[in-house]
């Protein structure tokens, strides 16, 4: 099976700093690479997915961005944090089309902006 | 458009007594189906999956649902609640495209929260 690992698990940053958030997955290749958001008290918000290197939807306009410099690694960015980044950010992976699996987690990681 | 509807933000049930976790979901084709567990301040453990094999399911920690294509509902069920069940559930779609395979979309429900009354 797959083994993501997410670092780091809790981050204090202040408004403006920079962000990267690290991914990276064992076990497999070729998955399919997300970038969750759960905000408190609120469900998981997909932020980013990646189907190969270097491809990458967003879901939703805002403050982050996302890259995928090799297969199995995905990094969350940002220039310059806004409070509202704020939350517990999930790294997962699956493997889609016909080879259909779950979803793997990442262990998360607790952001707050101050 | 695809989507998944969990109908219950908090469910509380006493120890020993039975879970009811409801799951609806929308999607063109058969859709793969999973339930997820996420402890506090925990990644996420799958509990259960469906796809399109046996419509009922049974996973880990004596839970199992049951897919049902007629309601579009695939709800999570467990005959007696421990303390240890206490916990956020998510269920997601994984929509299936028109040939069969899976798309690159996983769709999460908001999440219940389960407590469990010693």
């Known amino acids: ?114 | 458009a695809q989507s998944v509807t969990q109908l219950d933000s908090h469910v509380s049930v006493s120890e020993g007594t039975p879970v009811l976790l409801r799951c609806n979901y929308s999607s063109s084709y058969s859709p793969s189906l999973f339930w997820y567990v996420q402890h506090p301040n925990k990644g996420l453990q799958l509990l259960l999956k469906y796809t399109s094999a046996a419509t009922l399911v049974k996973g880990i920690n004596g839970f199992e649902a049951e897919f049902k294509k007629s309601e579009t509902s695939f709800h999570l069920t467990k005959p007696s609640a421990h303390m240890s069940d206490a916990a956020e559930y998510f269920c997601v779609v994984c929509p299936t495209s028109n040939y069969g395979g899976a798309t690159n979309k996983l769709i999460f429900g908001t999440g219940t929260l389960l407590a469990v009354q010693p």
Do not use: M
């Open chain 1, 1 to 114: 099976s797959q083994t993501i690992h997410q670092w780091p698990a809790t981050l204090v940053q202040p408004v403006g700093s920079p962000l990267s958030l690290e991914c990276t997955v064992e076990g497999t290749s070729n998955p399919n690479l997300y970038w969750y958001r759960q905000a408190a008290g609120r469900g998981l918000q997909l932020l980013f997915y990646s189907v190969g290197i270097g491809q990458i939807s967003s879901e939703v306009p805002q403050n982050l961005s996302a890259s995928r410099p090799q297969d199995r690694q995905f990094i969350l960015s940002s220039k310059k944090l806004l409070l509202s980044d704020s939350g517990f950010y999930l790294c997962a992976s699956h493997l889609g089309g016909l080879r259909n699996t779950e979803a793997f987690f990442g262990q998360g990681t607790r952001l707050t902006v101050v």
